[in-house]
């Protein structure tokens, strides 16, 4: 199993700005593409940002311009670099990754889809 672990959340004000941090661990693995999502109450859960193993990013049309999506292959690590951070952003932002992975005494990769367990980001006003 592969573990995704959240970290970088917190509160800050609009206008200001916070990086998100998400590390995998676990088994023998290759992620092919990372994402971030967000959900805020009363709101249906929301793509952010993807990055690919090739290193494409897309961005929702709301963070266009303010978010920056990053990886560390080396530390099988991806960021979300958030400025200009408005109330609106506020939300539980989790981190999600597929890929393969190879179980332990296993013959055979298998396909996983892993999600942490989220981070709080509040924007206040």
């Known amino acids: 199993q592969v573990h995704l672990v959240e970290s970088g959340g917190g509160l800050v004000q609009a206008g200001g700005s916070l990086r998100l941090s998400c590390a995998a661990s676990g088994s023998i693995f290759s992620i092919n593409a990372m994402r971030w999502y967000r959900q805020a109450p009363g709101n249906e859960r929301e793509l952010v940002a993807a990055?690919?193993?090739?290193?494409?990013?897309n961005y929702a049309d709301s963070v266009k311009g303010r978010f920056t999506i990053s990886r560390d292959n080396a530390k099988n690590t991806v960021y979300l670099q958030m400025n200009s951070l408005k109330p609106e952003d506020t939300a539980v932002y989790s981190c999600?990754?597929?890929?393969?992975?190879?179980?332990?005494?296993?013959?055979?990769?298998?396909?996983?889809?892993?999600w942490g367990q989220g981070t709080q980001v509040t924007v206040s006003s």
């Open positions: 990055i690919t193993s090739a290193g494409s990013t």
């Open positions: 999600n990754a597929f890929g393969r992975l190879l179980p332990e005494r296993g013959r055979q990769w298998i396909d996983f889809n892993s």
